[in-house]
């Protein structure tokens, strides 16, 4: 089962990198502490997910890069070919050179519905090279402008055409100090919108990434590229594919250990159908021992909570708004955008 990923903006394409280069030197470990039949398996397995036929030798990664302009698509393309262990194909980019890209609105309003036929295409093109299609995995920012006002819209005309395949968004929950001024006006237009068309959201909150790269990993002058191994390490560790040794894949719905509590569970679901555990003797890249947890949950609560007090209290004084409506989105679209993240809150509080 092959996913396509689909990376956007700067953010999506920098760790779209990232994590193709984290699952290609994993799947290519000597053994991976397991048999060579095993190991074997195991490595046909990734390629078939991730990467397409091989060019001279060199396979190609299931990926279509997405930005408004072609420095950063630039730069992928090149370290990627520079590696010299795998690449992106010729034709799996798109970009354009103009104004605004930082621009929630423009990349939702104006450049996705301009540009749609072509990435749509791009897309499709990726999906005709896979056997049998799982889904798509989408790496945009929350913040920004292409990462989020475009990927919204992407996400929305993959929900459209390929509504029986999954759609999973992993979004970067910004810094709460700031990085954009209008951030949290991206956030909720963002959330309101893959809402209604994502099947699943990955979250990752970079304040929590960065206490990991300064507090576990002792990183002095932390870059974005360390911040971006990281969040592969993690992707790729969730989709690790998991191999019994005997012809079939390991699945185990049993809770095990801690988890057996039936206080970690919303009371309408028991625990054993609401904790699943995929496993296997395979090793991930160098550690001899790793586990990955995906769990939804309160825990964003909180932090969704301030996004949508900050947006309230910059749209209540009417800030930046013209920003939005000069390129289609009006002050309802805000509304609308309050009020269903408002929604969402109380629902996960009273689980």
């Known amino acids: ?115 749609k036929e072509s990435i749509m295409d791009l897309i499709q093109k990726e999906v005709e090279k896979c056997d049998s299609l799982s889904g798509f995995f989408i790496i945009m920012s929350m913040a920004g402008g292409t990462g989020s006002g475009l990927g919204a819209f992407v996400t929305q005309n993959l929900e459209d055409q390929y509504s029986n395949s999954l759609k999973m968004n992993q979004i970067i929950w910004p810094y709460g100090t700031g990085e954009v001024i ?45 911040i971006n191994q990281v969040l592969a390490h993690q992707l790729g560790s969730v989709f690790q594919p998991t191999y019994s040794g005997e012809g079939s894949w390991h699945y185990r719905r049993n809770p095990l250990g801690a988890f057996k509590d039936p206080a970690l569970y919303t009371s309408w679901l028991e625990p054993v159908h609401a904790f699943n555990v995929w496993k296997t003797q395979r090793a991930f890249s160098k550690y001899e021992k790793s586990a990955a947890l995906v769990s939804n949950s309160q825990f964003l609560v909180k932090p969704l909570d301030v996004i949508v007090g900050k947006a309230w209290n910059m749209f209540a004084s009417k800030a930046y708004i013209h920003q939005y409506t000069k390129y289609g989105i009006e002050e309802e679209d805000f509304l609308e955008s309050f009020t269903l993240l408002e929604q969402v809150i109380a629902s996960y509080c009273n689980l």
């Not at 039949?37 to 030798?57: D, H, I, L, M, V």
């Not at 068309?197 to 360390?226: G, P, T, W, Y």
Request: proline residues 2%; hydrophobic residues 35%.
């Open 1 to 115: 089962m092959s996913i396509v990923t689909v990376q956007l903006g700067q953010c999506g394409n920098q760790i779209g990198f990232e994590v193709f280069d984290a699952l290609f030197s994993d799947s290519h470990c000597p053994q991976g502490l397991c048999s060579k039949r095993e190991n074997e398996a195991y490595q046909a397995s990734c390629k078939e997910r991730f990467f397409s036929e091989e060019e001279n030798g060199v396979p190609i990664a299931r990926a279509v890069l997405v930005d408004m302009e072609p420095k950063v698509i630039n730069q992928t393309l090149s370290k990627a070919a520079h590696s010299g262990r795998w690449k992106y194909g010729q034709h799996s980019c798109f970009c354009q050179k103009q104004g605004s890209g930082n621009n929630w609105a423009y990349g939702y309003s104006v450049h996705g519905p301009r540009h």
């Open 182 to 226: 209008v951030q949290n006006y991206n956030s909720i237009l963002t959330l309101s919108r893959l809402y209604r068309s994502s099947d699943a959201l990955l979250v990752h909150e970079n304040d929590a990434v960065h206490k990991i790269c300064a507090k576990l990993m002792n990183i002095k002058q932390i870059s974005f590229r360390d």
